[in-house]
């Protein structure tokens, strides 16, 4: 019931800001990697996810980018995870995120949001982005979820 509350607040959100005029297209951006997973007492794994964000046009203190982020991560397989059947953590996430630049290509990434698949909760990240021109943006962070932690490598791409 969590995760479906979660959704239809997430999608509510959306619908408003689209109502209201306030989405613009170019804010609008996809991407995906690759992820090295570790869950205690079942080693590590290697995974995917993909990412689609919104950044919005505000800035805090008139340097810091928000945006907010919905995704879905596979961790692969942990060996004995789930009764020994070498399982997959996976599920859709949703975030915020803050951009603090540290230069005209390079950013600092704080992350904090919520994990609604198999490691139910909180997640808090983060980690560096540097811009190869204003469409593409690489990207690698530390994410921890309740369970599962992850150093993330990803591709951005704006519209």
Same mark, same amino acid.
């Given at each position: 019931?969590?995760?479906?509350?979660?959704?239809? /607040?997430?999608?509510?959100?959306?619908?408003?800001? *689209?109502?209201?005029?306030?989405?613009? /297209?170019?804010?609008?951006?996809?991407?995906?990697?690759?992820?090295?997973?570790?869950? =205690? $007492?079942?080693?590590? %794994? &290697?995974?995917?996810? #993909?990412?689609?964000?919104?950044?919005?046009?505000?800035?805090?203190? !008139?340097?810091?980018? @928000?945006?907010?982020?919905?995704?879905?991560?596979?961790?692969?397989? +942990?060996?004995?995870?789930?009764?020994?059947?070498?399982?997959?953590? @996976?599920?859709?996430? %949703?975030? %915020?995120?803050?951009?603090? =630049?540290?230069?005209?290509?390079?950013?600092?990434?704080? &992350?904090?949001?919520?994990? +609604? $698949?198999? !490691?139910?909760?909180?997640?808090?990240? @983060?980690?560096?982005?540097?811009? #190869?021109?204003?469409?593409?943006?690489? &990207?690698?962070?530390?994410?921890? &979820?309740?369970?599962?932690? /992850?150093?993330?490598?990803?591709?951005?791409? *704006?519209?």
């Amino acid at each position: 019931m969590k995760k479906i509350a979660g959704l239809v /607040a997430l999608m509510s959100l959306a619908s408003v800001a *689209h109502a209201e005029g306030v989405v613009n /297209a170019s804010n609008i951006y996809v991407g995906g990697g690759f992820n090295f997973n570790s869950l =205690p $007492g079942f080693g590590s %794994a &290697r995974g995917f996810q #993909f990412i689609g964000g919104y950044d919005f046009d505000f800035k805090l203190n !008139d340097d810091i980018s @928000t945006a907010v982020e919905i995704g879905y991560l596979d961790t692969g397989n +942990f060996s004995g995870y789930k009764g020994g059947s070498g399982e997959d953590v @996976t599920g859709f996430w %949703a975030s %915020a995120v803050e951009s603090v =630049p540290l230069s005209s290509k390079t950013d600092m990434l704080v &992350r904090l949001g919520y994990d +609604f $698949g198999d !490691d139910d909760g909180l997640l808090l990240g @983060t980690g560096l982005q540097y811009k #190869f021109d204003t469409k593409v943006a690489f &990207r690698m962070e530390y994410v921890a &979820r309740e369970n599962v932690n /992850a150093l993330q490598a990803n591709v951005l791409v *704006h519209f």
